[in-house]
């Protein structure tokens, strides 16, 4: 597979010629990589109007996942926007009011996108008890909710998750055809499922709309990330692709980003596939070797190692500042997980090291705290009323009954506690101190 974008910076640089254009840097090695950070200048195509080197990379992208496949220089989070953008505009063309039914551990940027464009939400949340971080809907859920109430346009559901849950995307792709729902997937952290020797992508199981988070598990500079449409969507869709990246994106995407992402289609196109399939295997058996120590393992994503250690007597917080002190840097620690990414561009003795450590890591007395458990707060505004409203910062002993105002709150993978425009009750400030948040924003009361 050939690498349009990397080919032209390439020959860009040898070609010496004088840089009167942006960025300021003009190829100067500051850090080592500007020679190869351009602009569009004449041949360099541009992003959200792709008919060049950046449309032939993106073809090449869309043979490798079996869809219309689109580049984001910002991640997924100008996906998911997109991916709200162009549900809320299909529902105009039909009529409908741009109703979202979503899974509760959304990603922050779902929040600011429903709130933005004004989407109304209704949340899934679990029926058992479970992490802020998981919301595991099965297909008889979501049965029941479609045939409850508002018949949304779409489904928007985070899968596989911050701790490795992976959801029955088919069976559930299957109920939402059967109520003509659009099913939308946040899959930034899976992009190698679609390379796995049995594809578990979403786009392959019966998404309509996916993103996913290319640098996140390939081999890709932070920020490269990928928009695939379903080629059973209306062609609308398709062809408001890019217009809906653009309402959301820079007009100076980074060129350096691009030619990872077509950097990466000649990798994948070659030997990646082998090269994971060899790897899958021995994360297998050092998933056995910690079950095996006595450490409970979360979630079925087979790149993720998510540990829950309190059956070890540790936090998660606890054990990841164990490995870091052994040179093992995690992923995310909070006081339940530890989570590990696994790709086959780790070095040689990773998975020993691992290994080594966490058995070195001696038992404690287990831990039997648990934490609050996250339940829906009452709504008092929308998103859009509450981000739009003065806002002011306190710390969460004073939130009590007022209404958050910041998009949400929640520990570093971004996934909410707490969503703009609803009431805070004691169990919300009670997660709030046990995930260590001091503050909140929320909405300023009306001074008289």
Not at 358 to 383: D, Y
Request: proline share 8%; aromatic share 8%; with cysteine.
């Amino acid at each position: 597979m050939d690498t349009p974008i990397c080919d032209f910076v390439a020959d860009y640089v040898r070609s010496g010629r004088v840089r009167l254009h942006m960025p300021g840097h003009k190829g100067k090695p500051f850090l080592g990589m500007e020679p190869w950070d351009i602009t569009e200048i004449p041949g360099a195509d541009s992003l959200y109007e792709a008919e060049g080197i950046i449309r032939r990379s993106q073809e090449n992208a869309s043979v490798l996942f079996g869809c219309p496949t689109y580049y984001s220089a910002e991640g997924s989070s100008q996906c998911i926007r997109a991916m709200v953008f162009l549900a809320a505009q299909y529902a105009g063309s039909r009529g409908r009011r741009p109703l979202i039914l979503a899974a509760r551990n959304a990603h922050k940027t779902f929040l600011t996108a429903v709130a933005v464009l004004n989407v109304p939400v209704r949340w899934l949340y679990p029926e058992r008890e479970e992490a802020y971080l998981a919301c595991p809907v099965t297909p008889e859920d979501l049965e029941r909710e479609l045939t409850n109430g508002e018949l949304p346009i779409a489904v928007y559901l985070t899968s596989p998750d911050y701790l490795g849950n992976q959801a029955n995307i088919a069976a559930l792709a299957a109920v939402c055809r059967k109520h003509d729902v659009l099913l939308l997937v946040d899959n930034a952290h899976g992009a190698y499922l679609r390379f796995l020797p049995e594809s578990a992508h979403p786009m392959d199981l019966g998404a309509d709309l996916c993103c996913d988070s290319a640098h996140k598990t390939l081999p890709v500079v932070t920020g490269g990330a990928y928009l695939h449409i379903s080629p059973q969507v209306p062609k609308e869709m398709e062809e408001n692709a890019l217009r809906a990246l653009a309402l959301f994106g820079s007009t100076s995407p980074s060129y350096l980003i691009l030619q990872s992402l077509d950097r990466a289609n000649a990798y994948l196109d070659g030997d990646y596939r082998q090269r994971l399939a060899a790897f899958l295997p021995r994360v297998d058996q050092l998933k056995e070797k910690l079950r095996g120590l006595g450490y409970e393992l979360v979630g079925t994503e087979p790149l993720k190692i998510t540990l829950a250690p309190k059956s070890r007597g540790w936090r998660g917080t606890e054990l990841g500042a164990e490995l870091a002190r052994r040179g093992l840097v995690c992923e995310f620690a909070d006081p339940d997980f530890l989570v590990l990414m696994l790709t086959p561009e780790l070095p040689e003795k990773t998975l020993e090291a691992v290994a080594a450590a966490l058995e070195e890591i001696p038992a404690r007395t287990p831990i039997g705290e648990r934490p609050p458990r996250v339940i829906p707060g009452e709504p008092a505004m929308t998103p859009a009323e509450a981000i739009r409203s003065p806002w002011e910062t306190l710390p969460i002993e004073n939130c009590l009954g007022r209404i958050l105002a910041s998009p949400s709150v929640g520990c570093p993978p971004a996934v909410p506690i707490g969503v703009c425009g609803e009431r805070l009750g004691r169990q919300a400030l009670d997660c709030f101190a046990y995930y260590g948040i001091r503050e909140c924003t929320v909405v300023a009361e009306t001074k008289k």
